[in-house]
């Protein structure tokens, strides 16, 4: 009962997204605009690095608030915890509301990595941001923080919590392949010039 509770709840969670409801808010659709997908690095690019950090927290503390009910409802069942966390990066992937069209779940999966073990996470923090400024490209930190999960899990003989965990990182990477090609080809955004892009039009805009 606690693991089908716990994909019930997460997936639940996770299929709030902050991005889709930015969308609507603005007018802009998302699913058409940039890369076409409701995640914090589309909204930057799209909308704005304000609007994105609101999408940031939000798709984070959504995998916070389900794994802390899942704690409070079963405090020793440490699987349905990863379960729940898990189930949350899937709901913010695949929305059912959306055609199952979502978010990349990186931001998710750092709310289940600092919910889970936040000291780790801490000291893998440094680690994820040197990456992504370091390539100038989000969808590696997004590899780095699942990876490190999964990590995580077999370092610590969560085995199956770490099958699950493979999973997981194998369907960000699946759903980063079109970033992968887009920086192959040269014609991804980067993370820096997006800022600065959003920058420049908030300045044009008053003067």
């Known amino acids: 009962m606690e693991y089908v509770l716990a994909v019930v709840i997460g997936y639940l969670f996770g299929c709030s997204n902050m991005a889709f409801y930015v969308s609507k808010f603005k007018k802009i659709n998302l699913n058409k605009e940039g890369t076409g997908a409701l995640t914090t690095s589309n909204t930057v690019t799209q909308v704005g690095w304000k609007a994105g950090l609101l999408v940031f927290f939000h798709d984070v503390f959504k995998a916070v608030f389900a794994i802390l009910l899942m704690k409070l409802l079963f405090p020793d069942v440490t699987l349905a915890h990863w379960l729940t966390g898990f189930s949350a990066v899937l709901g913010h992937i695949f929305p059912f509301y959306n055609k199952f069209k979502g978010g990349k779940g990186h931001a998710t999966c750092v709310g289940v990595i600092y919910t889970m073990a936040p000291l780790y996470a801490l000291s893998m923090t440094p680690v994820v941001i040197a990456v992504i400024l370091l390539t100038n490209y989000i969808i590696f930190g997004s590899f780095t923080t699942s990876l490190a999960i999964t990590v995580y899990l077999f370092c610590t003989s969560q085995w199956l919590a770490g099958i ?10 699946w759903k980063h392949i079109e970033n992968i090609k887009r920086i192959i080809n040269g014609t991804e955004k980067k993370v820096l010039t997006a800022f600065k892009k959003k920058k420049t039009d908030e300045n044009n805009e008053n003067q």
């Not at 699950?164 to 990477?173: C, N, Q, T, Y």
């Open 164 to 173: 699950f965990s493979l999973v997981i990182l194998g369907v960000i990477i």
